[in-house]
């Protein structure tokens, strides 16, 4: 099913997207449309096939052996999918933070943040201690590293590192950001942090955010896409698609209603 | 050559001290089946420690007589003077180190590209093809390569590698002189090839080890997949690769027939590598079978010498990598 009526000035457009990792179809023709500015969350049972969705959507896809895509995937009206379209370009305007923390082990924390930007045009040294500031400072965790920024990216905690890698992404300013379970393996506390950097980076991002917790779905974003699949074997589909307060609260499919309420999934 | 060829990194070079702690702990829990099973792994470990204990102990006791006349200067000297029976290690030393270096710079670079096209780039199909071609390299004999270092090779590189050498280098000493029929600078290139599957094997097992999220991680900020590669594997791999070099290393310092078919066997201190030299093994090789007086006990110390020099550079190639990996990274890598 498609969604496409819903918002009016996306800066994606995803069009009939079907997805296989090799003869095994992992989602059939997904249409959605990105709100610019806007936190959109995707959720939906284990293997419905969120993460393959966000990964077609920086062409992440493809880096998996025997991986395909059809379909469209607009980035500001350009389809990434174009022939003569870099997929480095891609990229780096759509940035991704992963479920596991993943740092490089041999940078310092300060290498870390500029990981991204170092690949670009050259930097001057004023700049990039800038860069590092304000990212870290978006990411909510410059007060804690401040001190210590040549320090192992590898000596912060499980959460601190998620951060530095959100911080990391932030650097490269691309233009949407995607989290595909950001804080699945942290506690509470690294959680909340993580959720109101989320929300400060509104202002100058589009984020998409893939998470299994419903709390944290309605408390952060604006948009909700509920992804499903029928049966064993099926390929998964975008169930629902709308504000998140309407999904939550006036869901128009039973197994949407099922699953945000917390019945099955 | 063939029986460590395509080496397994864990057997390589981490020391598994986990093993023996465990066998102990098993002992003392006492389940009869694990007791004995531990017992005949103690032995057998053991034994390994008393065959080497015992072969140096051969040589050191059948090299009196060389270690008596020569003291520790044998290992520096660079005497080789058959009439007044006065020798030295030192020529031979500087033979194997110079040799087995100069394989070694040639050697890495293409071991850990091959590595690196294996990891990153090869289609399934054809990592099967190359891999086992690399297998073959190493399953050739010694003295094959040193047929063919010195019937095909050596007049290759004296007729289409030296002479643009010398054009361009040739105002420095290591590339100064007439290429000789036979040569240093061959023996290296043979040794270069011997070690490559070693090189490249251990490299790839270290690459493979690289978790696939430092790659994804570097890739969705937008690196193309040469900076992935240079900037996420290689620096996440960069111990286990040097310890995959310095394994090539001991392995070219302690190769024997190539060498001493190539090399000349010319006892000096040689300047240019198109001249000729000797090492260790290589003068042990050429000249045991003809050894009297003297020269048996000084090859036994030479022998000696180069269990020495084998065991300095893997027990280096172990602290090297341990350091490494330990250094600035902290808990969470194992
Ligand atoms: N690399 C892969 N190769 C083959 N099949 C894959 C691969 N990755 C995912 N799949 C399959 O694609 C389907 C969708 O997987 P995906 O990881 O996108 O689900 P998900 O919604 O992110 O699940 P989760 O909530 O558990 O993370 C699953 O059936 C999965 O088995
Ligand atoms: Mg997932």
Redesign the pocket.
């Known amino acids: 099913m498609s969604y496409l009526h819903e918002i009016s000035e996306p800066v994606v457009e995803v069009q009939d997207l079907n997805m296989y990792?090799?003869a095994?179809k992992?989602l059939d023709s997904v249409g959605m449309k990105i709100a610019k500015n806007r936190i959109t969350a995707l959720i939906?049972p284990?293997?419905?096939?969120?993460?393959?969705?966000i990964r077609g959507l920086n062409r992440m896809h493809e880096t998996?052996p025997g991986a395909r895509i059809e379909g469209k995937v607009l980035l500001d009206g350009e389809d990434v999918y174009a022939e003569n379209v870099d997929p480095v370009r891609v990229r780096r305007k759509v940035g991704m933070v992963f479920q596991k923390p993943n740092p490089f082990p041999t940078m310092s924390i300060y290498d870390n943040v500029i990981a991204g930007i170092k690949l670009g045009r050259r930097h001057k040294k004023s700049e990039l201690d800038e860069i590092v500031e304000r990212t870290l400072n978006q990411a909510a965790l410059w007060g804690e590293v401040k001190n210590k920024l040549k320090d192992s990216g590898m000596s912060l905690s499980g959460g601190q590192q998620q951060r530095l890698c959100i911080a990391r992404t932030l650097a490269v300013e691309p233009e949407v950001i995607l989290m595909d379970?950001p804080a699945s393996a942290l506690d509470p506390i690294s959680t909340q942090k993580i959720e109101d950097a989320i929300q400060d980076l509104k202002k100058s991002y589009t984020v998409v955010i893939?998470t299994?917790n419903m709390q944290q779905a309605s408390r952060v974003s604006d948009y909700t896409g509920f992804?499903f699949i029928e049966e064993m074997g099926a390929p998964?589909q975008l169930w629902e698609f709308g504000e998140t307060e309407r999904i939550f609260s006036n869901p128009k499919r039973k197994e949407t209603e099922d699953y945000v309420t917390g019945r099955f999934g | 050559m063939g029986e460590a060829a395509w080496p397994s990194l864990p057997d390589c070079f981490f020391i598994r001290r986990g093993v023996i702690l465990n066998l102990f702990k098993r002992l003392r829990r006492g389940n009869l089946g694990d007791n004995i099973f531990g017992f005949v792994v103690l032995l057998f470990g053991v034994s390994i420690l008393v065959i080497m204990a015992g072969i140096v102990f051969q040589l050191w006791l059948q090299s009196a007589p060389s270690r008596e006349k020569f003291g520790w200067s044998f290992l520096w000297s660079t005497a080789y003077d058959v009439q007044r029976q006065n020798y030295g290690a030192g020529v031979f030393i500087y033979g194997t180190l110079v040799t087995a270096f100069i394989a070694l710079i040639l050697a890495a670079p293409v071991g850990v590209g091959i590595a690196a096209y294996l990891v990153e780039i090869a289609p399934r199909r054809l990592n099967r093809v190359v891999g086992s071609m690399v297998e073959l390299l190493a399953a050739v004999p010694s003295i094959v390569y040193g047929l063919w270092g010195f019937y095909a090779l050596n007049p290759f590189l004296r007729d289409y590698i030296a002479p643009p050498l010398q054009a361009v280098l040739g105002w420095l000493p290591p590339f100064s002189g007439e290429f000789v029929g036979t040569s240093v600078f061959t023996a290296s290139v043979v040794l270069a090839i011997m070690i490559l599957p070693t090189v490249a094997a251990v490299s790839r097992d270290v690459l493979r080890a690289v978790p696939d999220a430092q790659r994804e991680a570097m890739l969705a900020l937008g690196a193309t997949r040469w900076e992935m590669f240079s900037r996420a594997v290689l620096p996440y791999a960069k111990s286990g690769v040097l310890g995959a070099a310095i394994l090539g290393l001991g392995r070219a310092a302690g190769e024997t027939m190539a060498v001493t078919f190539i090399i000349g066997n010319n006892p000096q201190i040689f300047k240019s590598l198109f001249g000729q030299g000797a090492t260790i093994a290589s003068e042990i090789a050429a000249k045991w079978q003809e050894a009297s007086g003297l020269t048996l006990p000084v090859l036994m110390e030479l022998g000696l010498v180069l269990f020495a020099i084998t065991i300095i550079i893997n027990i280096s190639a172990r602290l090297l990598v341990m350091l490494l990996v330990r250094g600035p990274r902290g808990g969470l890598r194992a």
Do not use: D, Q, R
């Open positions: 990792y090799g095994f992992a939906g284990s293997g419905c096939g969120k993460s393959t969705f998996v379970e893939v299994h992804f998964g």
